[in-house]
């Protein structure tokens, strides 16, 4: 459920008008929206390669407490 960069529309002149703003956080919101009727449908799948390829750049398994 990817959202492609190129549905990412953004303001000519984002500084001035706040209409980039707006935008992301539309996105942002969309993308959750998607994110939890996919968890309470039960069609969320987890890529446990890529959270295990993260977890060991950012040294997790390296870390004593």
């Known amino acids: 459920m990817a ?28 993308r959750l929206q998607q994110l939890q009727q996919a968890v309470r449908d039960g069609t969320y799948e987890v890529n446990l390669e890529r959270i295990a390829q993260v977890m060991v750049e950012r040294g997790v398994f390296n870390e004593r407490d």
């Open 3 to 30: 959202i492609p960069p190129s549905s990412f529309p953004v303001s000519p002149n984002p500084a001035n008008d706040g209409t980039f703003r707006s935008t992301v956080d539309q996105v942002t919101s969309d």
